[in-house]
C-alpha cells in the first residue's frame, strides 16, 4: 500500500462549488504540505502543518484552507472554487528531522469548471 | 527567501546521448537540494538529493549532480540516456527559514528523449 494517498485522483466541478481533498499517510509524519502544479510553473506551497495544533499559510493560501485532522489526514478545501484552481494537487510528508525528504502523494486533477 | 532557476523549460536528446540539465539558486544561507522526476500522469519521484558532504551526488536511473557553492548550481546529468528517461524534472530548494523546509521548486524542464 502507497506511504501517502490522496483522494480523490480526479475530480470536475463548476464555479462556486465547495471541495475538499484528502490526504492520508501511514509514515508516522509530523509535516505535512500541499501543493499545486500548474504547466510551466512548477509546483508552489499552499499550506504546511507541523502538528494537528501547528498550521501555517504558504506562498499561494488565498481561496484555499485546510484541516488537520489527526496526525495522519490533512485536508485542503476550496470554499467557492473558481476555474483558475484547475490544477494538479500534492500532498507531502517529512519527518522532523530538517533534512529529510518530502514524500510525495500521487496527485489530485481538479478541474473547476 | 531563495528562488530556483531552470534554465531551460524543453531539452530535446537523442537516445544514448549525454544530457545536462542546468537548476541555478539563489540563496543567503545553507540549503538543501534535490531532484524530481514527473514521468507522464504520475506524480513526484526523488532522484537524488545533497544535504551535505560530497558535491557529487548519484541517484537512481544513471542520475547524478553536482552542487556547486561559488556558482550556486546544482545541474543533472546523465551520460546516456534510454527513450524512458523522457519526463518532466524539477530541481527543488528547502532552507531552515523557509516554511518549515517546505520545497522551493524550480518551473521545470521537459526532457524529450528520442531515437
Known amino acids: 500500500d502507497a506511504d501517502v494517498t490522496q483522494t480523490p485522483r480526479n475530480r470536475i466541478t463548476k464555479t462556486g462549488k465547495r471541495i475538499m481533498l484528502e490526504c492520508s499517510q501511514t509514515?508516522?509524519?509530523?509535516?505535512m504540505y500541499w501543493y499545486r502544479q500548474d504547466p510551466g510553473l512548477g509546483l508552489r506551497l499552499i499550506y504546511y502543518s507541523f502538528d494537528v495544533k501547528d498550521i501555517n499559510k504558504g506562498e499561494i493560501s488565498d481561496g484555499y484552507s485546510v484541516s488537520r485532522q489527526a496526525q495522519a489526514k490533512f485536508s485542503l478545501s476550496l470554499e467557492s472554487a473558481i476555474p483558475n484552481q484547475t490544477a494538479l494537487y500534492f500532498c507531502a510528508t517529512r519527518a522532523e528531522q530538517a533534512a529529510d525528504t518530502q514524500y510525495f502523494g500521487p496527485g489530485t486533477r481538479l478541474t473547476v469548471l | 527567501a531563495q528562488s530556483v532557476t531552470q534554465l531551460d523549460s524543453q531539452v530535446p536528446v537523442f537516445e544514448e546521448a549525454p544530457v545536462e540539465l542546468r537548476c541555478n539558486y539563489s540563496s543567503s544561507v545553507s540549503v538543501y537540494l534535490f531532484w524530481y522526476v514527473q514521468y507522464p500522469n504520475q506524480g513526484l519521484q526523488l532522484l537524488l538529493k545533497?544535504?551535505?558532504?560530497?558535491?557529487l551526488v548519484k541517484g537512481i536511473n544513471g542520475f547524478e549532480a553536482e552542487f556547486n557553492k561559488s556558482q550556486t548550481s546544482f545541474h543533472l546529468r546523465k551520460p546516456s540516456v534510454h527513450i524512458s528517461d523522457t519526463a518532466e524534472y524539477f530541481c527543488a530548494v528547502s532552507e531552515a527559514s523557509n516554511s518549515g523546509y517546505a520545497l522551493n521548486f524550480g518551473k521545470g524542464t521537459s526532457l524529450l528523449v528520442t531515437p
Open positions: 545533497y544535504l551535505s558532504g560530497s558535491t
Open positions: 509514515k508516522g509524519h509530523d509535516r
